[in-house]
Structures are given as structure tokens and as C-alpha cells.
């Protein structure tokens, strides 16, 4: 996982967009795979809502201000 994480998915992050920091970028991996874990392996209901629901854009908006280098 860390292979993963630390080799691919962030460096790929940070050519890919531009102006996205290595910080910003790890910052987008632990949002994803944190919501992924306490949804499928911690099992918290309040994750686990319909595709499209409140949290979806919450997260999709948290993810845009990590992309645009706002935070």
C-alpha cells in the first residue's frame, strides 16, 4: 500500500495537475482512503450513504479546494 500511495499515486497526482503540491496531493490520498476505510472496513452507517448523497459532495468539494492549492 505504501508502494502505492507514496511511489505512484501522489507523484502521478502532482504531474498530472498542475500547481498541486506533494503535501496537497497526500493530502487527496489520506481523504480517499480514509472515507474508504471507515466506510468498508470500520463500517460507520453515516459513510455509507447513496451514491450522489451529502457526503459525495462534501467530499468532492474538499477534494477541489486540495486540487486548486487553497488550503
Known amino acids: 500500500m505504501h508502494d502505492l500511495i507514496a511511489e505512484d499515486f501522489i507523484p502521478l497526482l502532482v504531474r498530472k495537475r498542475a500547481g498541486i503540491s506533494e503535501r496537497n496531493a497526500a493530502l487527496v490520498a ?4 480514509g472515507v474508504g476505510v471507515l466506510r468498508d472496513v470500520v463500517g460507520v ?4 450513504e447513496e ?3 451529502e457526503i459525495e459532495g462534501d467530499i468532492a468539494g474538499l477534494i477541489a479546494s486540495l486540487l486548486s492549492g487553497r488550503t
Open 45 to 48: 452507517k453515516v459513510m455509507a
Open 30 to 33: 489520506a481523504v480517499l482512503l
Open 51 to 53: 451514491e450522489g448523497g
